[in-house]
Each structure stands twice: as structure tokens, then as C-alpha cells.
């Protein structure tokens, strides 16, 4: 077990060494960055988006929403019969931040 586990360790500075290498960094600095915070992480939480929804089932209303600004988010299909005619009707779901 003792002889595994200095065989995974050795196999693990092995790789760290050579992605230092590999990027020109010295080891030391690489594992000072893999270690710190990411500078995104700190940043200030952002307002929440506010989204305003859009439907249609007019396939060619499709890119004219779109240049818009819409977001296709969902399509869903009826499927109705009557008298033994079968009619689908798609409707298409949009969003885009107010």
C-alpha cells in the first residue's frame, strides 16, 4: 500500500513538473497560481438578469424575433383530431433579458 501510494505521488509531481515545464513556468509560481483564488471568484455578485417571455405559432416569426434579440427556449407541439383529421400546431417559447 505504502509503495502505491509513493508510486502515485511520484506520478503526480512528475505530470505538475512537466505542465510547468511545458507552459515555461517555473514549478513554484505554477503552484502559487493553481492555489490562489481565481480573480473572477472575487469580483462583486451581478445584478439579477430580469427576463420579459415571448410565444408564437408563426413559424415565420422566427427571424424576425430572433434579430430581436429573442432567445428560443422551447417548442412544443399540439396534436389535435377531428372528424379523423389530425392538425399539429407548434408553439415556440421566447426570452431576452428587459
Known amino acids: 500500500m505504502i509503495k502505491r501510494l509513493i508510486k502515485t505521488a511520484a506520478i503526480f509531481v512528475s505530470g505538475f ?3 510547468a515545464f511545458i507552459n ?3 514549478p513554484v509560481s505554477l503552484a502559487k ?3 490562489s483564488i481565481p480573480t473572477h ?6 445584478a439579477k438578469v ?3 417571455y415571448a410565444s408564437t405559432n408563426n413559424s415565420g416569426d422566427l427571424n424576425k424575433l430572433g ?3 429573442w432567445e428560443l427556449v422551447g417548442i412544443s407541439d399540439w396534436v389535435t383530431t377531428n372528424g379523423g383529421y389530425v392538425s399539429s ?4 417559447y421566447f426570452k431576452r433579458a428587459k
Not at 41 to 46: F, I, L, T, V
Not at 89 to 92: A, D, G, I, L, N
Open 41 to 46: 471568484a472575487q469580483k462583486e455578485p451581478q
Open 67 to 69: 434579430a430581436q434579440g
Open 50 to 52: 430580469v427576463w420579459e
Open 17 to 19: 513538473a512537466l505542465s
Open 89 to 92: 400546431t407548434s408553439y415556440f
Open 24 to 26: 515555461g513556468k517555473n
Open 33 to 35: 497560481e493553481t492555489l
